[in-house]
């Protein structure tokens, strides 16, 4: 069975007639499409409709964008240049354009990049009819953005019905040819899987698939998501990137505000979307920056977030890049937050531990343990030293029974694992319980 099949099986979608050419068959389908949600949907317009006075507007009165004509039909596109001297947030857009390719590809964990020049990215994002990404899913703005010199370009591909998709389709193939990697906002789980299942619904070859991926979801939720509420685009460009929106639609109001349009056809209605998708697209841009100079360690310490540090160590320290967490660790356990300088001193111990050099190890736990007497975590490991490489057992049992007399009684999976190392050590030092 083909994948067309087993889509329409899917869909519950009906097999076209095989006397039509395939464009006049589409577009028949895509019609009966459209007829169907508007027949389900009530006379009155819902509580979140966008209500809009005054004689309807064309596209093109509100919108500067053009339509634009290829071998599969007919779409409206829409061509920004941001110039290098405008300011995005906190960062001059020229600044974007600076990131270093190494970090990037560190924050992808795909060395490819790395080879790369950040003018061949391409960012995308998308503006779909709901957020299940199953193949009924239809997304009907593809936002696109790129470096040309120091000035970022975005071109927005608008599908004014469902008929125009394939026009979108192949347009957003002809931008992608010339671009060497990717670069989204969630879109391994949203966007690229969506945009894939449309070209094969369409027949059109997948420009996506082969492209090397930078996710910025997931190296932002790993190094700023714990200060933050969430890991939502539009609170890392509040919190971190310096950029407040005014009278942003809200996501979930997007699919609504297109359905509206489909029965209105008012330009008015889209004008808000299609800024709020620009701005996606420009933020991941900006975002990039921030998240590759983080990785840096030209990083200026005094001015960084130190727990942002501290979550980049850690990603370095489990990516196998020990030497780059050194230098950074080595700093943060100088930090005035005490809780970065004691998990600091944890985790460059610990590497120093695997690495078999034991005597900046125990320096470390033994700087920790004057800081605080009862700190557990140093007192286990020098009890380990003490008892596996210097076999000065009563050394450990010293440090154990100290800690011991100080534990809370709360804290009872930690008493219950001192517990248990004191009573062998008294075993192997011969005391009776």
């Not at 083909?2 to 895509?30: A, F, Y």
């Not at 790993?222 to 639609?249: A, C, K, Q, Y």
């Not at 690495?355 to 700087?367: H, L, S, T």
Request: glycine share 6%; aromatic share 8%.
């Amino acid at each position: 069975m083909s994948v067309r099949k087993r889509l329409q099986r899917l869909t519950g979608e009906r097999p076209p007639d095989d006397t039509q050419s395939d464009r006049q068959r589409q577009i028949n389908e895509l019609r009966r499409r459209i007829e169907a949600i508007m027949s389900r949907r009530p006379e009155q317009m819902p509580a979140h409709s966008a209500v809009l006075g005054g004689k309807h507007l064309d596209l093109h009165d509100v919108i500067e964008g053009a339509e634009i004509e290829n071998s599969h039909g007919q779409c409206f596109l829409v061509h920004r240049e941001t110039e290098a001297s405008a300011y995005h947030g906190h960062r001059c857009i020229r600044e974007l354009s600076t990131v270093d390719m190494a970090s990037a590809s560190l924050l992808a964990n795909n060395p490819e990049i790395a080879a790369c020049n950040f003018t061949e990215g391409l960012f995308l994002d998308t503006e779909t009819t709901g957020l299940s990404g199953g193949t009924g899913t239809f997304a009907f703005l593809i936002g696109l953005g790129w470096f040309e010199g120091d000035s970022f370009i975005t071109q927005q591909i608008f599908a004014r019905d469902f008929s125009e998709e394939r026009a979108c389709l192949v347009f957003l193939k002809e931008v992608a040819r010339n671009k060497r990697f990717l670069v989204t906002f969630n879109g391994k789980s949203f966007d690229v899987g969506l945009l894939t299942t449309r070209f094969i619904m369409n027949r059109i070859s997948d420009p996506l698939s082969d492209l090397p991926h930078l996710d910025l979801l997931y190296p932002s939720r790993r190094m700023l998501g714990h200060r933050l509420d969430n890991s939502r685009l539009v609170t890392l460009e509040r919190e971190v990137l310096g950029l407040r929106r005014r009278g942003d639609i809200p996501g979930s109001e997007i699919p609504q505000r297109y359905f509206d349009w489909l029965r209105r056809r008012d330009g008015r209605l889209m004008v808000d979307v299609v800024e709020h998708n620009r701005l996606d697209v420009i933020s991941m841009a900006t975002l990039t920056l921030h998240l590759a100079e983080l990785l840096s360690h030209e990083i200026d310490m005094d001015y960084a977030n130190h727990s942002d540090l501290l979550a980049v160590a850690r990603l370095f320290a489990d990516r196998g890049y020990d030497e780059r967490a050194q230098r950074f660790l080595g700093s943060l356990m100088y930090s005035e937050d005490r809780y970065i300088a004691s998990d600091a001193g944890r985790m460059l111990a610990l590497i120093y531990k695997r690495a078999g050099r034991w005597n900046e190890a125990v320096k470390i736990w033994e700087k920790m343990l004057m800081k605080d007497p009862c700190d557990i975590f140093a007192v286990e490991e020098l009890a380990k030293w003490y008892e596996h490489r210097e076999h000065n057992f009563e050394r450990a049992l010293s440090l154990v029974t100290g800690v011991l007399e100080n534990v809370s009684r709360t804290m009872e999976p930690e008493r219950e694992a001192l517990v248990y190392r004191l009573n062998r050590l008294r075993r192997r030092l011969g005391i009776e319980g």
